[in-house]
């Protein structure tokens, strides 16, 4: 699993936190969206062990910390279900402008049932899958049964959640009241996929039955015998991930790319997403893409940095394989490398003032037990490396539309 960190705004501007799991390989064919449980983070254990497993489903998962927790801006007082429906959405846009729109809504307790309300707003979402999720979002006052007066009267009330301080105003308790979560499940018509443990002590599993007798077919439920609410045995968050992953290919159309391949030496290929390119030669796969202040999403070398990555390449390989000839004590190439654009004054047959040549600086460095002799002649050498004289050449280059 390769994971990189984003960050993008709520409805109120403030900056939320997040990251992206991804496979390994960085292909994936669905992207998903997980909401985490009420005063939870992105970074709990069975969100990470859930998102991995999917990983490896070829499916990649963003998490984030909702408006006021975790790394994310804002204050947790200020929020209330809505904001964290808002924020599933903001979260879903930052996916469909930077990467793929979102297919999956995954959530977890309070969390799952923000999923099913942030699905039914959400276009892209195709599936919905709860995890010890209430049928009612007003289940999670019994959290602070014995507060609810002192907010009622006051406003207000602060008080420890799981070793945590953490202050709910008046206007949340309005909120989940205001929700109705089996009008939203009946009017959802997508697939949805409800896990529940009928051990849970914090949401009672009949709240699954509930949330599958309000959905419409398809649906299925998954129990978890001898799971706990929070699914801290990583057994169980794993295998979450891994029916999440089985059951979504069933439902999901995924956004399958025709294997990139040529019958010539390499084969490159740009979709819609600016300007990330795919490059294959034979079994072997690379990303080219521009920088971020170039409106790219730097998610691999520049075509430039890739030319002078194949004359450093070379030039190492070609060091190597003449000092092993000569059982030379050669350690060690490090070849460093940087391109210019130079007006070309020396050029006598430029007509143009503004015409200019390209030129390639390389710093090379060897270790090893060498004499000054042989790191000249090693530096005379790397002047021979086949991709060095292709440079030099007179390159012509043939280019015709392929049928």
């Not at 799981?162 to 009017?187: S, V, Y």
Request: proline share 3%; charged share 30%; hydrophobic share 35%.
């Amino acid at each position: 699993m390769y994971s990189k960190k984003v960050t993008f705004k709520n409805k109120q501007g403030q900056v939320l936190t997040g990251e992206i799991d991804l496979p390994i390989d960085k292909k994936p064919l669905s992207y998903a969206l997980f909401a985490h449980f009420f005063t939870g983070n992105k970074n709990f254990t069975a969100v990470r062990n859930i998102s991995r497993a999917l990983t490896q489903n070829q499916i990649a998962v963003m998490r984030f910390d909702f408006t006021g927790l975790g790394k994310s801006e804002g204050k947790f007082e200020d929020t209330n279900f809505t904001s964290n429906i808002d924020d599933l959405i903001s979260a879903a846009k930052y996916l469909t402008e930077n990467h793929q729109a979102p297919k999956i809504m995954i959530g977890h307790s309070l969390g799952g049932a923000a999923a099913i309300f942030a699905a039914e707003a959400i276009d892209s979402i195709e599936t919905v899958a709860t995890i010890a999720a209430p049928s009612s979002p007003s289940h999670v006052e019994h959290l602070f049964d014995e507060h609810i007066d002192k907010i009622e009267l006051d406003g207000e009330a602060t008080f420890d959640i799981a070793g945590r301080q953490f202050t709910i105003k008046k206007q949340f308790l309005d909120d989940i009241h205001e929700k109705n979560l089996p009008k939203i499940l009946k009017d959802l018509r997508k697939p949805i996929l409800v896990f529940h443990s009928p051990q849970d002590k914090i949401v009672g599993v009949k709240n699954a039955r509930e949330i599958y007798s309000a959905a419409h077919h398809p649906k299925s439920f998954i129990s978890l015998d001898g799971a706990n609410h929070l699914l801290t045995n990583k057994e169980d968050s794993f295998y979450v991930g891994k029916v999440i992953g089985s059951w979504a290919n069933r439902y999901v159309n995924h956004d399958k790319k025709e294997e990139l391949s040529t019958d010539k030496s390499v084969v490159v290929r740009i979709g819609r997403e600016k300007y990330t390119t795919e490059i294959a030669a034979r079994n072997h796969a690379i990303l080219v893409d521009e920088p971020k202040k170039y409106k790219g999403k730097d998610a691999g070398m520049t075509p430039y940095e890739l030319l002078l990555a194949s004359l450093g390449s070379c030039t190492a390989i070609t060091l190597r394989m003449y000092a092993d000839r000569k059982e030379w004590d050669l350690r060690e190439v490090k070849v460093h490398l940087e391109h210019f654009k130079q007006h070309a004054k020396d050029c006598n047959s430029c007509s143009k003032s503004d015409n200019k040549i390209d030129k390639f600086v390389r710093e090379i460095k060897l270790k090893g037990n060498l004499t000054e002799e042989q790191k000249q002649r090693l530096l005379q050498i790397a002047n021979r490396c086949p991709v060095h004289r292709t440079l030099e050449n007179t390159i012509k280059i043939e280019t015709k539309l392929r049928e």
